[in-house]
C-alpha cells in the first residue's frame, strides 16, 4: 500500500530501491519513503508543492505559441525590398515606413535597409536615364528641325 501523503516518485521502478519495499526502514544513507514511520505522525512541510503533485523541479508543461509572430516591419522591408526592383520611387516610401516601424521596436530590418538603399539607387539610375534620353532627343530633334526648310 502506497502512502497517500507521498508524492509518487517518477521513473522509479519497483524494486529498483530497497527502501520502497514494505517491511524494510530505511537506514541513515537511504531517503525516507514514508515507511517505517509512525501511523499517526506527520512530515514537516515540504515547500515548492502540495503533496500530491509532482516534485519541485519538474514544471508542468505549458503550450507554446503556434508560432512567433513577425517583428514590426519585417513584411513590409520585404515588400519594400521587393519593390525596389519594380516601382523604385515606390520601394523607398514601404522601405522607410519598415525601417521606421522596426527602429521604434528595436529590430534591425536588415531587408528594410537593402530595399531603401536599392530603391534610392534605381530611381537614381531612373532619373539619369530619362534625362539622358531627353537630352539626346533634343540633340537629335534639334539638328533635324534646323535642316527642313518650311
Known amino acids: 500500500m502506497t502512502d497517500p501523503y507521498q508524492p509518487p516518485q517518477p521513473y522509479s521502478t ?3 530501491n530497497p527502501a520502497e519495499e514494505p517491511g524494510t526502514t530505511p537506514g541513515p544513507s537511504q531517503p525516507s519513503s514514508g ?3 509512525q501511523p499517526g505522525a506527520q512530515q514537516p512541510p515540504q515547500q515548492g508543492y502540495a503533496p500530491g503533485y509532482g516534485q519541485p523541479g519538474y514544471p508542468q508543461p505549458g503550450y507554446q505559441p503556434a508560432y512567433a509572430p513577425d517583428p514590426p ?10 519593390l525596389a526592383f519594380i516601382f523604385s520611387p515606390a520601394g523607398i516610401v514601404v522601405s522607410a515606413l519598415a525601417l521606421s516601424d522596426s527602429k521604434k521596436a528595436g529590430y ?6 537593402w530595399g531603401l538603399w536599392l530603391s534610392i539607387i534605381f530611381t537614381g539610375l531612373g532619373v539619369l536615364i530619362v534625362l539622358a534620353y531627353l537630352a539626346f532627343a533634343v540633340a537629335l530633334f ?3 528641325v534646323s535642316t527642313v526648310n518650311y
Do not use: A, E, H, R
Open 14 to 16: 519497483p524494486g529498483s
Open 35 to 37: 515507511y517505517g514511520q
Open 73 to 82: 516591419g519585417k513584411t513590409m522591408g520585404i515588400i519594400g525590398f521587393v
Open 108 to 113: 534591425d530590418n536588415v531587408l528594410g535597409k
Open 142 to 144: 534639334g539638328t533635324v
